[in-house]
């Protein structure tokens, strides 16, 4: 498994508690399968953990290597009872989002960059792009993240849509909040308040035996706890009608005296749509039946499938019928079954999510992965009852740079689309040289086709770095070819692989799609050109000669002049290599009124410079021309700094075309 960066610094971390003596940075790498670079980057991170409780750095000694001090061992020791090693790292990008989101909405006090920094014990450019990308998570919930200096992240929007958002975002860590305890007491959300709210909640369940989900309790409770912005008027004509959830109504009144009416009803429509038990429908008939056959449909178009079932069609709209009543008001639930689930039947979960694209663009709620877990078990049964399976769809990737980007992409193309199998990867001469397994239902290559020799198979052109349109082409292939392998042998082959609609795939990313493109040619056009790429000689050379080098083009195309290159060397020489980050980046910048127009360009160094005290061997300069203009770029900027994986992508190709689209496509994916 390929560590992430706060894996290794775990890993580290226990390579050197388990260590009883020195341990060099070759013998770490090695047990890692990381580069030495990187793990003098986790090194930094250990030290910055023992500075932070009054330690030194570890020790070292030419030659030898590391060593942790028997203080250090200590420190490390007690530290980690009182937060573990893996809760704080193993957290993923989704769940650190979540957690952020939960605790801006509890929280009246003022939270920064730098609050966030010390909760996930983490670097600033990771919360950043997980800020970056907890922004475009909330616009399905029509509310916005915004920040200012005097008050810090704040919510804006209805309070009925931040409490949806906010169920939405709890169920995706409902299950660390039960598991990681320690870990949660640090947030706001999950607060001694919070539980006191869960126990009398606890106690009118046991009061109804209406079985209500977990989730959806400790949800509310943090509500409960933590709500000073009220229910308005306007959204209590979202609750169901009185008589339907008396029975909570009159227990919350009695448990939460002090709360408004308009709170009590929504809490009690809340409860009621949480219960396990509801059966019938309460909604329009004709809704629940399109919506369950557009999600068939979608499911024949990705397995070659057909449901014409009434019992299995009846179960489903029963189901989405209920559910209803829970995207309607936001409920959270768990699902226990949730792991076993992804893990047993994969393929299906895969599918089953984009089969679910329907329901989300009808109630314009994203639906988490315990409702997509439920909606699975449908069809993953019906296709085991019928004694029917997806087929595999077997792939070769090619990559010009070899096994390094082969992998990159081989682990996102499996991630987008799990009927595929990538089979083998391989570079470009070992596919000219036919030495690679032709047992192969599609050849996926990232090598322009005519540099390639002529494939008589299924062939699929795609870029260093996947985009919308090569997501769609991948899915439509696979979809495609699952047709051919199903009907194969059938005497109506030809009648059913012409019934496969591949446009249907596109209209639902069309407009993402188009919004990306026009983006992206914004981008190439005026901001980020071909010609402002270059790889350069930077042998003998200073890194004030480099920072020159790297802004000529911008120079040559009047963005800036001169005088900004001087701005930028001269804030390194007042202030330090706070330009250079990880990975050997340098963002080289200066005060907006010395630049003209909005513009990026990149020099990648054949050696890497000194620039007081760090190593640069790549080198962006940015010319921003007002505080807002340059967001966008510095979204897609930060996460490539952060990619350990895109930069060995870059340090492995001198091609500037390729390096081009590299950078393009990061940039404009955010």
């Known amino acids: 498994m390929k560590l992430s960066a706060d894996d290794r610094i775990v890993e580290i971390i226990r390579i050197l508690m388990n260590a009883s003596d020195y341990i060099n940075a070759d013998e770490i790498a090695n047990k890692l399968e990381i580069s030495k670079r990187n793990v003098y980057y986790a090194l930094e991170s ?27 061992r200590r420190t490390l020791n007690e530290y980690f009872k009182i937060i573990p090693m893996m809760q704080i790292c193993s957290l993923g990008q989704l769940e650190r989002c979540s957690f952020i989101y939960c605790e801006i909405y509890s929280t009246r006090k003022k939270l920064t960059i730098k609050d966030f920094e010390e909760l996930f014990e983490i670097s600033r450019f990771t919360i950043i792009s997980n800020m970056n990308l907890l922004k475009k998570l909330v616009l399905p919930f029509d509310i916005e993240i915004s920040f200012d200096s005097k008050s810090g992240y704040t919510i804006e929007g209805r309070e009925y849509s931040k409490r949806k958002a906010f169920f939405y975002f709890f169920s995706n860590i409902y299950a660390i909040t039960s598991d990681q305890e320690l870990l949660c007491r640090r947030f706001k959300f999950l607060d001694e308040q919070m539980r006191k709210r869960y126990k009398t909640l606890l106690k009118i369940n046991e009061e109804t035996g209406n079985g209500y989900y977990d989730c959806s309790l400790k949800a509310l409770a943090c509500i409960l706890a933590n709500h000073e912005d009220y229910i308005s008027e306007r959204d209590v004509e979202n609750c169901l009608p009185h008589k339907m959830v008396n029975t909570e109504y009159e227990l919350i009144s009695s448990a939460f005296n002090e709360i408004s009416e308009n709170e009590k009803e929504y809490i009690a429509t809340y409860l009621y749509c949480s219960s396990i038990s509801r059966n019938g429908i309460f909604n329009k008939i004709d809704l629940m039946t399109s919506l369950a056959r557009k999600m068939n449909d979608i499911f024949y178009l990705l397995t070659a499938i057909e449901i014409h079932n009434d019992e299995f069609e009846l179960s489903l709209i029963k189901h989405l019928d209920i559910a209803f009543l829970r995207y309607k008001c936001g409920v959270s639930i768990d699902n226990p079954l949730i792991g076993q689930i992804k893990e047993k039947y994969q393929t299906y979960f895969s599918v089953t999510q984009k089969a679910a694209k329907v329901i989300e663009k009808e109630f314009n709620t994203p639906l988490s992965d315990n409702e997509i877990g439920f909606l699975t078990l449908y069809y993953a049964g019906y296709a085991v009852k019928q004694q029917l399976e997806i087929p595999i ?5 090619i990559c010009v740079n070899g096994l390094s980007t082969s992998y990159l992409l081989k682990n996102e193309i499996e991630s987008l689309d799990k009927r595929i199998s990538i089979q083998e990867c391989i570079g470009l001469q070992e596919y000219q040289t036919g ?18 020799q002529k494939y008589p198979g299924n062939l699929i052109v795609i870029g260093s770095i996947l985009t919308e349109r090569d997501k769609v082409s991948i899915t439509n ?11 194969n042998r059938s005497e109506d082959k030809d009648s059913k692989i012409g019934r496969l609609d591949l446009s249907a795939m596109d209209k639902t990313i069309e407009p993402l799609h188009a919004e ?26 200073s890194f004030e000669q480099m920072i020159r080098i790297a802004a000529q083009p911008l120079i040559k195309e009047k963005y800036i002049d001169y005088e900004y290159c001087d701005a930028i060397i001269a804030n390194i020489y007042k202030y330090g290599p706070y330009m250079v980050y990880r990975n050997g980046y340098l963002l080289g910048h200066a005060p907006m009124q010395l630049s003209d127009r909005l ?19 790549k080198i962006f300069i940015i010319t921003p021309t007002d505080k807002v203009n340059h967001i966008a770029l510095i979204h897609g900027l930060v996460m490539m700094l952060e990619s350990s994986e895109i930069n060995d992508m870059i340090n492995q190709s001198d091609n500037i075309k390729e390096l081009y689209n590299l950078i393009l496509s990061v940039i404009t994916a955010c």
């Not at 769809?393 to 990737?397: G, H, S």
């Not at 030495?435 to 390639?452: A, G, L, P």
């Not at 990306?516 to 050379?541: A, G, L, P, T």
């Open 46 to 72: 250990v030290n910055a953990i023992l500075e932070k409780r009054d330690q030194n750095p570890l020790l070292a000694e030419y030659g030898k290597g590391f060593k942790l001090s028997a203080e250090q």
């Open 393 to 397: 769809v077997k792939a070769v990737l």
């Open 435 to 452: 030495s690679y397994c032709h047992d192969c239902d599609v050849i996926i290559s990232s090598i322009n086709v005519n540099e390639m």
């Open 477 to 487: 292939e696979a979809s495609r070819i699952i047709f051919e392998k199903t009907y």
């Open 516 to 541: 990306r493109s026009q983006h992206q040619s914004h981008i190439s056009d005026s901001i980020f050109k071909y010609s402002f790429v270059q790889v350069c000689d930077s042998k003998n050379k």
């Open 599 to 617: 513009g990026l360009a990149f020099a990648k160094l054949n050696e890497p410079i000194d620039v007081n005290g760090r190593e640069a061997s």
